[in-house]
């Protein structure tokens, strides 16, 4: 009896052996390597082109993993997209401008310059925004009540200030907020685009400052030439 205990024993570590090592499963680096992937391919393909293994391939990992971290590919999208924009946040950090001593124009002008900042450093968000603009989702209505609309307020809330003490022309809120946030944002979603045409850097510094003075400029004084 002993000897056969010995032996169930010694298959039964045999057995343990030969497992897959769970906590590899778990690990926050599998995790991220998923996130990442998902980013770079919504952003390029949008939601219905890419699968969950497209998804693992780009992350030179296994579908399985995708399901046993995040369950589907809704659930990896909105993960992936919850991401990009805690990534993005503090770089844009529109909160941080609400005691700032600044008077409406002046807020205005870093706001956009910090949007414009944060767009040259991810500009797969305006991407996954287009993707799902051009849907029609259920995600585009998830993104507006989670990351958009906070960000359009901010600028509604300054261009309004604005308006109201004679600032700058009482033309309708919505076209002007769309008009800043879109050439701001887009104009680095179409980056290689632009590097084609004009061979420019547009993730150096100096391009980007150069962009930002160019869009305060244009918004607030126009392209015309003063007499």
């Known amino acids: 009896m002993q000897a056969g205990s010995k032996s169930a024993g010694g298959a039964s570590e045999k057995r343990g052996r030969g497992r897959p090592a769970r906590p590899a499963l778990d690990t926050q680096e599998t995790r991220d390597g998923l996130l ?9 393909h949008g939601f219905e082109a890419v699968s969950t293994g497209d ?37 844009f950090a529109p909160t941080r401008l609400e005691h700032a001593p600044l008077d409406p124009v002046a807020k205005l002008e870093l706001l956009i310059r ?8 991810e500009p797969d968000y305006a991407r996954i925004v287009m993707q799902e603009s051009i849907a029609d989702s259920d995600r585009l209505q998830w993104l507006i009540e989670e990351f958009i ?19 700058i022309r009482d033309l309708p809120l919505h076209d002007l907020t769309n008009i800043v946030t879109s050439t701001v944002s887009l104009t680095f979603s179409l980056g290689p685009l632009v590097q084609k045409l004009y061979d420019v850097d547009m993730g150096s510094e100096g391009y980007l400052s150069s962009l930002s003075s160019s869009i305060v400029d244009v918004l607030f004084a126009g392209l015309k030439t003063r007499p």
């Open 36 to 44: 990442e992937a998902a980013i770079r391919l919504f952003a390029r």
């Open 55 to 91: 998804i693992a391939k780009a992350a030179g990992l296994t579908q399985s993993m995708v399901h046993y971290h995040f369950g589907s590919k809704d659930k990896i999208w909105r993960a992936a997209v919850t991401r990009l924009m805690r990534r993005r946040g503090p770089m």
């Open 114 to 121: 910090n949007l414009a900042a944060a767009n040259a450093a």
């Open 149 to 167: 609309a906070p960000g359009f307020k901010v600028f509604d809330d300054a261009i309004r200030e604005a308006q109201e003490r004679g600032l």
